[in-house]
């Protein structure tokens, strides 16, 4: 596609439920990145996958929050056992390769709301 | 760890006038990228411009420019000529870079400046 872009745009859920949120990268890039945006607040890493593996999760939260991309351009960020304290949009971007320096290029983000 | 700082929560600017966002930042590195990207209420982030820190020539692209003071790790944001598309939150930047890898990719955001552009 032209841009990265994410699905649902707005999603609301209820403590305690599971989530999933989809990212679709620019075709062809290689490097692809979540990042959670709490209110008031500047992007924060999370993730990042070069092709199919994770290279670094270090920003991860907790093990209630997992990520994966299967087939190296698709990726899915997944949240179990939500709580309150989720709540943020989460931001997608990717990039050519993930080299330093790369451009990233984001995606309008999912609100997720939980209850 | 880097940190970076933007000291001014909220800013304005009268159209067709210039307006300076201030950034700086924390790093132990000697090499290294400095960004700032604009975030409109669509949420989506758009690079403004980029500055990499080996360069001593201040990057510029049209009418956003940077004010790069490496020695004093800050990182300035110059628009000219504002228009009321500029209105947005803009958010400074930085990456590491290492020759030997490490976390290249890795984004650390200030908290951001939300601009006004009045009419």
């Known amino acids: 596609g032209a841009g990265v872009s994410q699905t649902p745009s707005n999603k609301v859920t209820e403590k305690g439920k599971y989530v999933e949120l989809r990212c679709d990268p620019i075709s062809g890039h290689t490097a692809l990145y979540w990042y959670r945006q709490s209110l008031g607040q500047g992007p924060e890493f999370l993730i990042y996958f070069q092709g199919t593996g994770a290279a670094d999760d270090s920003g991860l939260p907790n093990d209630r929050f997992f990520a994966v991309r299967p087939e190296g351009s698709v990726s899915t960020l997944k949240i179990q056992r939500t709580e309150r304290g989720d709540s943020a949009v989460y931001l997608c971007a990717s990039s050519s390769s993930g080299g330093a320096g790369d451009t990233q290029y984001f995606g309008p983000g999912t609100r997720l709301t939980v209850l | 760890a880097q940190t970076v700082t933007q000291s001014q929560p909220e800013m304005s600017v009268q159209e067709a006038e210039t307006v300076t966002l201030s950034c700086t930042y924390d790093t132990s590195e000697s090499d290294y990228y400095l960004f700032w990207y604009k975030q409109p209420p669509s949420r989506q982030m758009i690079l403004v411009i980029r500055q990499e820190a080996y360069k001593q020539q201040n990057a510029t692209e049209n009418r956003f420019s940077v004010n790069f003071q490496k020695a004093a790790k800050s990182f300035s944001l110059k628009i000219s000529d504002s228009q009321l598309g500029d209105a947005a939150m803009y958010f400074c930047?930085?990456?590491?870079?290492?020759?030997?890898?490490?976390?290249?990719?890795?984004?650390?955001f200030g908290k951001g400046t939300l601009l006004t552009v009045n009419p």
């Open positions: 930047a930085y990456s590491p870079f290492s020759n030997s890898g490490g976390s290249n990719y890795k984004l650390t």
